[in-house]
């Protein structure tokens, strides 16, 4: 069973426009989540991460992210992307923290397409 | 700087030719994980190790091997390798779950 569904595989947008990435998972116990971004030829960089408290995280390069406990989501937004933003985005998520040591999943990635 | 080493970028080799891709990290980190990355596919775990000597499976772990000797160091064996394992390999490390990880620039890995 896939333990993280990212909703889209690709996401054209135009440039200035709003975007949201949308990432589900599948767990009823305490989790921490993470979005990463791969730029092409490169290795993955962390965006942002929720642990607890706020559910509203604040990332890198103007990226937010919402944890929703009641809906197990945590959809990724930015208000005005730019061309830069031209990039595969991976949500991931350890299920079960405290037990599960070292074992973080990853959804399969939502290509995000800039144009101008 | 603070990074994770991973080598080669990219090698080619032929079916049943044993190979190592090395990965060190110097942020003395103690998890270390590596990676698979296949089209359509995310990224899925191959083996982790929370410490030295500490080694366990990821969700496809058959075909590979890995020795966690020394803190910095965490090497992918593929004692035979074949064409399905043909793939984009990324090595990662951080201090904790809570952390989240760093990765390598990752290895193209093509056997034919």
């Known amino acids: 069973a896939q333990s993280v569904t990212q909703l889209d595989s690709q996401v054209p947008v135009f440039e200035e426009a709003p975007v949201e990435l949308r990432c589900n998972y599948s767990s009823s116990v305490s989790v921490y989540l993470f979005w990463y971004v791969q730029y092409p030829n490169q290795g993955l960089q962390l965006l942002l991460k929720?642990?607890?408290?706020?559910?509203l995280v604040k990332g890198i390069n103007g990226f937010e992210a919402e944890f929703n406990k009641s809906q197990t989501s945590f959809h990724l937004r930015k208000p005005s992307v730019h061309i830069s933003d031209t990039a595969e985005y991976f949500c991931?998520?350890?299920?079960?923290?405290?037990?599960?040591?070292?074992?973080?999943?990853f959804g399969r990635g939502t290509q995000l397409t800039v144009w101008p | 700087e603070a990074q994770v080493t991973q080598n080669p970028r990219y090698l080619i080799t032929v079916t049943g030719k044993k190979l190592t891709v090395t990965c060190s990290q110097n942020m003395n980190h103690e998890y270390m994980s590596w990676y698979r990355q296949d089209p359509g596919l995310g990224l899925r775990q191959i083996y982790y190790s929370m410490n030295v000597e500490v080694t366990d499976k990821g969700d496809v772990p058959e075909g590979y091997k890995v020795s966690r000797k020394e803190k910095r160091n965490f090497p992918l064996i593929l004692e035979s390798p074949s064409p399905n394992q043909t793939s984009l390999y990324f090595c990662?490390?951080?201090?904790?779950?809570?952390?989240?990880?760093?990765f390598g620039s990752g290895t193209r890995l093509t056997v034919v």
């Open positions: 991931a998520v350890i299920l079960d923290r405290g037990s599960t040591l070292g074992r973080l999943y």
């Open positions: 990662a490390s951080s201090f904790g779950d809570n952390y989240g990880y760093t």
């Open positions: 929720y642990l607890s408290g706020s559910t």
